[in-house]
T-cell receptor, first 113, second 110 residues
Framework: EAGVAQSPRYKIIEKRQSVAFWCNPI?????LYWYQQILGQGPKLLIQ????????DSQLPKDRFSAERLKGVDSTLKIQPAKLEDSAVYLC???????????FGSGTRLTVV | QKEVEQNSGPLSVPEGAIASLNCTYS??????FFWYRQYSGKSPELIMS????GDKEDGRFTAQLNKASQYVSLLIRDSQPSDSATYLC??????????FGKGTSLLVTP
């Protein structure tokens, strides 16, 4: 089966600019997650979707981050405006029904300068 | 706060030895636990899952869970240089997102 697709792989932007990341989960995976992984740390949940509904966005900095999952398939994560501390790898993951293990995409490495 | 704690390492073991990685968690509601391997510059890869107290073996890997002590471990037998990576412990409740530890860096020396 095809894995979780993410794009772009790398992005360099200046602070205060905006950026968007895209994720396409494994077909049939209703649950989709966005995680932020800062260098040297474990992944930190930003948002969890079940189909096109939000299950948990308690750790999403809503003043600058937004995410959507239209039609319950693809998802986009946006940052506007970006700060230096947003430099991290943004990981998308999906999970099959009844299986609690995630499959991660290859991630997007964001550098804010 | 649902914490998953890991020693960041690095843990250095010689080739062929057993590597022992440990993890503790604070949320007693967590039911499922996972070990992910993450090579430098790559995304995490699921290597083991465990849901019940006791041991679960898969090839050279054994996961151990003790819910009373809120403790999870991963043993890697016959360690190989290719096992050198960061190992992430994660736990969570059914239907909810996983909480990850910071990871333990493992170095297997030839």
């Amino acid at each position: 089966e095809a894995g979780v697709a993410q794009s772009p792989r790398y992005k360099i932007i200046e602070k205060r600019q905006s950026v968007a990341f895209w994720c396409n989960p494994i077909s049939g995976h209703a649950t989709l997650y966005w995680y932020q992984q800062i260098l040297g740390q474990g992944p930190k949940l930003l948002i969890q979707f079940q189909n096109n509904g939000v299950v948990d966005d308690s750790q999403l900095p809503k003043d600058r981050f937004s995410a959507e999952r239209l039609k319950g398939v693809d998802s986009t994560l946006k940052i506007q405006p970006a700060k230096l501390e947003d430099s991290a790898v943004y990981l998308c993951a999906s999970r099959a029904p009844g299986n609690y293990g995630y499959t991660f995409g290859s991630g997007t490495r964001l550098t804010v300068v | 706060q649902k914490e998953v704690e890991q020693n960041s390492g690095p843990l250095s073991v010689p080739e062929g030895a057993i590597a022992s990685l440990n993890c503790t968690y604070s949320d007693r509601g967590s039911q499922s636990f996972f070990w992910y391997r993450q090579y430098s510059g790559k995304s995490p890869e699921l290597i083991m899952s465990i849901y019940s107290n006791g041991d679960k073996e898969d090839g050279r890997f054994t996961a151990q869970l003790n819910k009373a002590s809120q403790y999870v471990s991963l043993l890697i037998r016959d360690s190989q240089p290719s096992d050198s990576a960061t190992y992430l412990c994660a736990g969570g409740d059914s239907g909810y997102a996983l909480n990850f530890g910071k990871g333990t860096s493992l170095l297997v020396t030839p």
